[in-house]
């Protein structure tokens, strides 16, 4: 009897154990795998841990954007300043002529405009290093561009001391500081400093035009038509001879030789400056 109970025994432990076993395999088909279990944790894990960031992280503004981005500008080096808005640079790929955006000088032959261009070789000498932030080229090839040195706008600077006016025409391409032009141009206006001391300024756009602010004591000059086929006339001993007849920028060896006839001939008879910024041929600049 021991012997068969003990058998006995041992048989159900068997039984119990292979149906045990059944259900055990039975249910795996069931389970996931250990490996697609992870997955989703991390995966789950990994998505709270963004959302988690990305609450914690400041709003980005529009300032921060224009900062973050003046940060990469293309490093240039002045080689020149023109006028009161154009200066040379030294780029990556060669020299390039900068007018700078979004402002407007006075020209040089107009009240102010010699200030203002030795305000601006005051704020960029030759050999400085720039921050150049190209918008366009102009039809006259130059490169429309704001200038930044130690973080700072040269052409907000100008606008701010008045040595220079907003550009409405041509604001779109600041928008993301043209508040800021506006407000400095009001507040030089206000202060009527340098340009602005004027009683009756007139717009650099308008004084390339030959116009002028009207005033109410006198009418406009009269504007005496130029002789269809004007006489010859000797040239001077110090300029070249074409200005006895008709210059173009293919006559002269060098810009210095340009520019004196430039200086001498009132009115740009030769059309040695297409742009009206007082620079003449800038293309052998």
Known sequence: MPLTRSRSVTTLIEGLSSLGLLLVLSGCSALPEVGAIGAQFSETENAEASTSEQNSLPAVTAQDTHQAAAKTLPIATVVSVGDGDTLRVQGQDGPVTIRVACVDAPESSQAFGPEATLRLRQLLSTGQSVDVR????????????????????????????????????YISGCAVTAD??????????????????????????????????????????????????????????????????????????????????????????????GDDDGVACESLR
């Open 180 to 273: 800021d032009y506006r407000q400095a141009e009001s507040a030089a206006r206000n202060a009527e400093r340098n340009f602005w001391s004027q009683s009756n300024p007139t717009m650099p756009w308008d004084f390339r035009r030959g116009g002028a602010s009207p005033t109410p004591t006198a009418p406009p000059p009269a504007v005496v038509p130029a002789p269809v086929n004007p006489p010859a006339t000797a040239a001077p001993a110090n300029l070249p001879a074409c200005v006895s007849s008709d210059c173009d920028c293919g006559d002269f060896a060098t810009w210095e030789q340009a520019q004196a006839v430039l200086n001498a001939s009132p009115g740009d008879p030769h059309r040695l400056d």
């Open 134 to 169: 190209a918008i366009e080229r102009d039809r006259y090839g130059r490169t429309v561009a704001e200038i930044y040195s130690g973080g700072q706008s040269i052409g907000l600077q100008l606008v701010r001391e008045g040595y220079a006016v907003v550009y409405e025409q």
